[in-house]
Structure formats: structure tokens, C-alpha cells
């Protein structure tokens, strides 16, 4: 497994994650460790989990912290605050100091471990200055119950603004941001990369297969597989299922047949050909999803292919184009 380092951390990642959103939800305990295991034994080493996932607030967090045991040492584990279960859009108080504190702690007891090796806010908090985020998750790192901090669902302004009181006041930066990317969602590109760029974050792509639009199981006008994202998430079927997006599924689609190649090959491959990605963070319910997700990064794209692709998808770099709103971070 090919690994990558998150950002100006020194931690080093695997190219594929593990994202546990239905850990606890659309997974149970006996099917999430299926998961989990087939992905240690892949070589799987960045695990990413938040609060606010499955059914009950923790819930995903609590599976993780049975499962590992002894291997929490083989693991980066990733988790975030600031967002409860189906609450999107509030996330008003949920990055100060005092929530900050007492969800760290939380997070610690649910996944049986001494230290969190990325902490990230899951999104904006607009009533909480950053200085006061920052000095909080400062101390943590300093206390070592944290290694590496990170945002998920910010604008560009928003890092930048960070990044700047970070450095101004000593404190402790923001190494990755975790935000939505595909062939199918490519509006952070126009502002979001380069921030990311000018100050080394490392970007963790989730929603990288663009909720299976990009596996090739889905067809226009077809019935969405049973059990699917796309089969029971109303929220879901209004971001990803529109005319532009089957129209661009469909010439992907056949660029890869005619080189013998598949359309999960294709949306992994092209993610991890940018340098700034570290991991690609993709959920799993069955451990065969992992095995394809791990054979799918072996695609280097030619810059030829790379600018054909980057043609076809011209229309997803639109904000607007399945782009997830700063607030609407509880599907990351």
C-alpha cells in the first residue's frame, strides 16, 4: 500500500482510507469488523470516523474503539467534532473551547485510546472565533492527547483565515482539510486547492466515488441497486442524480472501455495522480468494496488522459455542481 504524508504533520497515511460514516448506522458491529479488518489486512492505515456518525451520536466511534484493541498502534485514527446526527447546519457553539474540551474526551473514552492522531472540526462554527478554536485544540496537541488538527467543509477564506491566526499567534495549524471531491464535484478547485496548496495542507477527498455514481453499477433510468446510497437517501439522489451528472458518467464511462478500463479505476486513479491529495477516503459496507477500492489506485493516468477526463467533467467544477455547503458537513 502506497502511503502519503498528511500535510507538514510527518504523518504518514495510506492512498486509500477507510471512512466508517455507516459504522453503527447502515452497518452493524458484526459487519463494520468484516470492514474494519479486511482493511488493516489490505494495508489500510488512515481510519476516519466523527461523533456524529451512526444512528446515536458516537456510535461509529464506539465500534472502532471494540474493534481495534491491540492494533490501535497499526492505525492513523482520524475523527471530528462540531455536528450532530441529522442536525445539519448547526453547528453554531460547536467550536469553542468549552465543546472542543468536553467532545475530546468523549472521543477518547468511545475509541479506547490515549490519543487522536488527526482532530478536525467537521464545520464551521460561525458564532466561535478561530483564534479560540485554534488555542483549545493547541493545548491538546501540547497535552498530547491530539497529534495533528484539521478542518472539513471550510472555504477557502475560512483556511486562510486560520492559517493566518495560527501563524500569527504560534499556534498550532491546520495539516488537512477533509472535503468533497470527484470527477463529478470538482468546484474546489477554484479557490479551495490553491489555499490548500499555498499553505501545504493535504487534502482527504471524501464522497470520492460521487455516492457510487462513479462505480459503474448505476444506470439511467435503471433502479438503483438494493441498499445503495442512492436506493434510500432522498438528500443524496437531489445532490448527485441530475442530467449533467449522467451525461458525464456516460462519456467516463466510455473512455474507459475503450481502454479497457473501469470507471472505479478511473475516479480513484485520477484522485490520487494530485499530489495533494493523501488519502482517498472511501466508506465500505462489504469487505469486496475495499479489495476494488485498493486494485482501483493502480491506474496512473498519462497527462494526455488526465486532460481529457478534467474535458468531460469541465461542467463539475460549477460551485454549484453537488457542492457541499459550509454547514451541510454531516455526510463527510
Known amino acids: 500500500m502506497q502511503t502519503r504524508t498528511l500535510g507538514r504533520s510527518g504523518i504518514a497515511v495510506s492512498i486509500v482510507g477507510l471512512g ?35 444512528k446515536t451520536h458516537g456510535a461509529s466511534e464506539e465500534i472502532i474503539g471494540r474493534l481495534l484493541g491491540p492494533r490501535r498502534k497499526d492505525v492513523v485514527l482520524a ?17 469553542s473551547r ?34 479560540e478554536t485554534l488555542g483549545a485544540l493547541d493545548d491538546l496537541v501540547k497535552a498530547g492527547k491530539v497529534r495533528a488538527v484539521g478542518c472539513s467543509n471550510f472555504s477557502a477564506d475560512r483556511v486562510e483565515a486560520a492559517m493566518g491566526v495560527a501563524q500569527a499567534r504560534g499556534l498550532t495549524a491546520f495539516v488537512a482539510a ?48 438494493e441498499g445503495s446510497r442512492l436506493s434510500y437517501s432522498q438528500r443524496h439522489i437531489a445532490r448527485f442524480v441530475t442530467e449533467t451528472n449522467w451525461r458525464m458518467v456516460e462519456a467516463l464511462q466510455a473512455f474507459c472501455d475503450a481502454r479497457g478500463r473501469g470507471l472505479l479505476e478511473l475516479a480513484f486513479g485520477w484522485l490520487v495522480g494530485n499530489p495533494r491529495v493523501a488519502s482517498v477516503i472511501a466508506g465500505a459496507t462489504r469487505p469486496e468494496q475495499l479489495d476494488a477500492n485498493v486494485r482501483a489506485v493502480d491506474w496512473a493516468l498519462t497527462p494526455a488522459e488526465r486532460a481529457e477526463v478534467e474535458r468531460i467533467t469541465e461542467a463539475a467544477t460549477d460551485p454549484g455542481q453537488g457542492r457541499i455547503r459550509e454547514g451541510d458537513g454531516a455526510a463527510a
Open 20 to 54: 466508517t460514516n455507516n459504522f453503527g448506522d447502515r452497518t452493524d458491529f458484526a459487519a463494520s469488523a468484516k470492514v474494519l479488518y479486511r482493511a488493516l489486512d489490505l494495508g489500510i492505515t488512515l481510519i476516519d470516523t466523527a461523533d456524529a456518525y451512526g
Open 79 to 95: 475523527t471530528k467534532f462540531g455536528i450532530e446526527p441529522g442536525r445539519r447546519g448547526r453547528g453554531r457553539g460547536r467550536a
Open 98 to 131: 468549552a465543546y472542543i474540551m468536553e467532545a475530546v474526551e468523549a472521543s477518547l473514552k468511545r475509541l479506547r485510546t490515549d490519543w487522536i492522531d488527526l482532530y478536525q472540526v467537521h464545520q464551521p462554527d460561525p458564532e466561535t472565533p478561530i483564534e
Open 178 to 225: 477533509q472535503d468533497q471531491y470527484s470527477l463529478l464535484a470538482r468546484g474546489i478547485e477554484r479557490a479551495l486547492l490553491p489555499a490548500l496548496a499555498r499553505h501545504g495542507l493535504a487534502l482527504l477527498p471524501y464522497f470520492p466515488l460521487a455516492s457510487g455514481l462513479l462505480t459503474g453499477k448505476y444506470k439511467p433510468g435503471a433502479a438503483m441497486p
